[in-house]
């Protein structure tokens, strides 16, 4: 009778284990996957629709002046000596509009809004007034001599330029950024001013007196930046966000050959992500900023408040020199004159953005970390750290909520002599940046508790109640395994 009782409590035992094993490796992460599936799929009136529709909470903007402390030797030839000033904060806002929905496509435009954040800006204002890369002579004289017009700018160049003709400028942050520095004042002088008026530089606007201007990021806070089409998810919920075509197009028409990688739209607007993040699969991000997809790698995995996640940076190959053994030569148009390879292209960690931008702007990593010895050497004050520096993505791998993240790139343009410009005679062709920033996102407490309590409380209990079953069910086979082993050797000791 014992031995039977020992053999029930034994299955009893092992059919605990075994049913912890299946609910716990075969039950419970179908109804998981269900239910995330359920929360994350954009349906029009799902939470997840409305915080795709309108991001809840304003992204820091932060921006970085590199501020010229020895403006009368840089226009001598001298290295400039470069001071950062910043962060300059902005609260970044984000709103899709013309949204519709058509065989699992949503197509929308996204507007942004950037306010200027006083508080986390500290003691730094809009206001402030800096020594700057004069950007619009600069832009305007090296699309002027690619379009074969630089003479005739160069006759009018003191009035199109108000007198601001070298090469570092003074002028307020606000200016840089959003507002604009102002040239070609009430449109004079008349032809030339319409000329550069009809160039579609996407940095320039135009005053309600016919002056000119140029700024960093006006056109952002004004027009959408761009038409989107995306995978709402449903037949696929690995596609959730995917960008099916951009501007109508499923690939872009920017650089070389319309078929090769770098035309290539891949990964989604940023504001969203599919859930089941592995490690061993890339994650992509569409930039209209700058006209191509950025791939991101695994790096480790990552605690943000407490919850697990997995951070993606940057891939190595982003800002390599382009060359035909890493398929990246349709990076290289041959457009920005500057330091180069022999073959006309950009050095490693540096990005032409001309056809992006139509001005001769330059993309980097922050203060040019990674990028090539002579770009680095080519100005004093910069500090690269992979850690303040580089892009990457903190991403929560069961339901695909970014945690973190920062997008940051500088922005550069040569400086050089051109030919029969006076004002720039004595210069030291080199790379000069002068802003980089650092577009970045934390989730809040609110949504981080709602993360907790919607789905990650209950992946705790589950994984709680899936090795209490094993554990116990395991334990009381053993110890009854044990007891009918130590029983058996009992009855042979007595039966000798």
Known sequence: MGTVCFIVFFCIGLVVAVLGIVLGWAVYPVIVDDNIIKTVVLEEGSEAYERWEEVPFPLDFKVYIFNITNKDEVIAGKKPNLTEIGPYVYKQYRKKFDISLEDGIWTYHQQQKFVFDEKKSGEL?????????????????????????????????????????????????????????????????????????????????????????????????????????????????????????WEGSSTLKIWSGDDSTCNMINGTDSTIYAPRVYKNKDIFIYNSDICRSVRTRFEKKVFYQGIKGFRYVASEETLEAPSVENGTMCFCLNQTIGITQPNGCLKKGAMELYPCFDSHVVLSYPHFLDADEEYQSGVNGLSPDKDLHRIFLDIEPNTGTPLRGGKRVQFNMFIRKLENVVTTDHLTTLLMPFMWIDEGVELPDEFIDFLNTSLLDILLVLAIVKWVLVGVGGTVAIVFIMVLLFKKKSDDIKSV
């Open 125 to 245: 204002l809009e206001t402030d007034e800096v020594d700057i890369l004069n950007v619009p002579l600069n832009a305007i004289l090296q699309v002027a001599e690619s379009k074969g017009l630089l003479d005739t700018v160069n006759k009018d160049l003191d009035e199109i330029f108000l007198g601001e003709t070298d090469i570092v400028i003074r002028t307020q942050v606000k200016n840089l950024l959003f507002e604009g520095i102002k040239f070609c004042e009430k449109g004079r002088p008349l032809v030339i001013c319409l000329a550069i008026r009809n160039l579609p530089i996407k940095t320039l606007r135009k005053g309600d007196d016919n002056s000119l201007y140029i700024s960093m990021f006006n056109h952002k806070n004004t027009k959408p930046d761009g038409k989107y089409e995306v995978f709402d998810g449903k037949d696929n919920i690995e596609d959730l966000g995917r960008i099916a075509k």
